[in-house]
């Protein structure tokens, strides 16, 4: 009987020290070019520790287990990281994240959302010095062109911000990448103007950090590419946006308004907008009349060169309290290229000759704004 009860004992300790461990569910990594995100998806009561040294970092979990199923998803690398590895110290997870250059760290964690279940640790791995190439040569000097308008091009969303996805899947931040590339693209071959864009890959970048990207460049026109979602599966057809620091009243609008303002959603440290005195200085300028009534031509040609290629939504340009249009001084704009709920519309942002026909869109609005001035 002592020997049963012993044994009973035994198993129900060993399933309550299981029961105990916190879980780490999945493990993430986007390359931006100058740091790397590492996001890991555990329980809102895990206890963990970050350690750099010279050339690696610690991330450590006290009583943690990894999902089987995620596990391969531990190891990973870039420019920036050579490998990560994984130990364990008695109760004690350690990922030990081996990197190429000095770096500095950061870390923030984030609640649950609609599109993300469990709370998330997120680590910036981020770059200390410029990278130096070993080939030294002269630099090119660039005249510079007089008179050349600068455009950027904001590709909305990316990294673990997905955006909207359709009905089959397809992600707003990949459709947005596609269309702005193309964008860019096909307006740098006009030598009086050059498009930069925001980011060039799948990473996320702060919404003020892309209004001072816009600054830092001396850009001349903002213009943020985005896709459409709504619950119903027909709502279909392109809207511009401009900015209205009241807002809109209209449900649309708002549903918009909440979805693309979460700057701490996925920038963790990033200051809101209104909490910005650099910001509240830009829009207490009297010039911030002349941006918005030239945002609205904008805004107007191209919705008129989008009618010519698909369906519009609003044939009036629409205004929303949309960050990113927060741009000081230059005429800004946030154009939904079509809704990608609507699996129609779905298909056809995912198609690459479509995106073309997109871009080459908003590209000839932008002439004509350009030719009307």
Not at 223 to 240: F, L, N, Q, T
Not at 310 to 326: M, R, T, Y
Not at 345 to 372: C, M
């Amino acid at each position: 009987m002592r020997c049963w009860i012993s044994l009973f004992f035994i198993v129900y300790t060993a399933f309550s020290v299981a029961d105990d461990k916190t879980t780490l569910y999945d493990f993430r990594y986007w390359s931006a070019p100058d740091h790397t995100r590492i996001v890991i998806d555990k329980e809102e009561d895990t206890l963990f520790n970050i350690k750099s040294f010279d050339d690696y970092l610690v991330i450590s979990f006290d009583d943690a287990e990894v999902l089987s199923e995620t596990f391969s998803n531990i190891f990973f690398k870039d420019s920036r990281i050579k490998k990560v590895r994984i130990k364990r110290d008695k109760e004690t997870i350690k990922l030990i994240v081996h990197i190429s250059n000095k770096f500095s760290s950061k870390h923030f964690t984030l609640k649950p959302n609609t599109k993300y279940k469990y709370h998330r640790l997120v680590v910036d791995v981020i770059d200390s010095e410029l990278k130096t190439t070993k080939k030294i040569t002269k630099p090119k000097v660039v005249k510079p062109i007089s008179n050349q308008k600068i455009i950027l091009v904001d590709a909305g969303h990316g990294g673990e911000d997905s955006g909207a996805i359709g009905k089959n899947r397809s992600k707003e931040k990949d459709v947005n990448l596609a269309i702005a590339k193309k964008l860019v693209t096909i307006i740098n071959k006009n030598k009086d103007l050059k498009a930069i864009l925001t980011r060039s890959g799948d990473y996320y970048i702060p919404l003020t950090k892309r209004i001072s990207i816009a600054q830092k460049e001396k850009a001349t026109m903002f213009i943020s590419i985005h896709a459409d979602a709504v619950e119903s599966p027909v709502a279909k057809g392109a809207s511009v946006y401009t900015l209205s620091e009241k807002g809109n009243n209209s449900k649309l609008a708002k549903q918009l308004e909440a979805s693309q303002n979460l700057v701490d959603q996925f920038g963790g440290v990033e200051s809101v907008i209104d909490s910005d005195q650099f910001l509240k200085n830009i829009l207490k300028d009297f010039s911030r009349k002349d941006r918005d009534m030239q945002s609205f031509k904008l805004a107007n040609e191209i919705i008129n060169q989008l009618e010519k290629i698909g369906p519009i939504h609003k044939k009036v340009p629409q205004k929303a309290n949309f960050v990113v249009l927060k741009s000081p001084s230059i005429p800004s704009v946030l154009v939904e290229t079509a809704f990608i709920s609507n699996p129609t519309q779905e298909k056809r942002l995912t198609n690459s000759k479509q995106q073309t026909k997109i871009a080459q869109s908003i590209y000839q609005g932008i002439l004509k704004y350009y030719s009307a001035l």
